[in-house]
């Protein structure tokens, strides 16, 4: 038997669009034991206590099994899979980056180890298409993630454990593709500038943990205007969030959740936020978070 535990994941964080993500301490939990024949699945929604039925060609965990076999050339006559999910799907958490991840992270562990890391990153990048979730899934941290013709180049920051990520998730679900279809076709130079800037800026004041400059940092304009028009209340949110304290609050990946991140003030903020989507009658629970270091790991 092998059980791996892989974090939730917040992407672009604001001005990163698809190149800056972070993991946190929530958590998806994938076991798999050797059986006789065949292959059995059990999807189990832990915050709802919902059993799940999701086909196999929709099961990116166990597709992602298959790369691996499929590469190798092994197979295992029969598997028990048993999935414990506690990151919601489709709220821009990073779901299917863990299920990507633990995936072939399972199943090559389970053939020996075979193949290097860096190339089970690059499986993980072509299957989800952007690494800014998968990587912080497999590596823990704050991750600046580059693709070129190279392939993946990655940076990661172990951040303090005092600094705190309110994760805001409401009660409706926004596919990515949905997300990436609001997004326009052409972008302005003096946009691309203000993105570039607080990127930067927000790489180095995780750096050097001077967190002052946040709720400049976090200012967006390549996708989080766009995508908020999906989002009622979006703004509503954002400034009920920094009236109560927050350092810098953003859309997390396509949404809908919203991230804060704050040091003190925890609780308040988050019932801010809350109160802040019931006022467009939209409901939501907010959850305080850590940044996780460690990324994806066998835990058993």
Partial sequence: MIKIRVPAT????GPGFDCLGIALNLYNYFIVEEIGVGLETNIIEEFSGRILDLALEDNLFVQAMKKVFDLTGQRIKGIRITEKINIPFARGLGSSASAVVAGLHAANYLTGNTIKEEDLLELAVA????PDNVVPAYKGGFVINVLSSNGLSYKKLELDQELKFIVL??????KTNA???ALPEILTYSDAVFNISRAALLTASFYDKNYSNLRTAMEDKLHQD???RLIPGFYTVLDAAYNAGAL???LSGSGPTLIAIAEENLDEIGSSMVNAFKENDINSRYLVTRVDNDGCTIID
């Fill in 226 to 228: 766009y995508r908020s």
């Fill in 10 to 13: 917040s992407a672009n964080l």
């Fill in 169 to 174: 998730i409401p009660d409706f679900e926004l």
């Fill in 179 to 181: 997300g990436r279809k």
């Fill in 248 to 250: 810098g609050v953003a």
């Fill in 127 to 130: 299957m989800e298409g952007h």
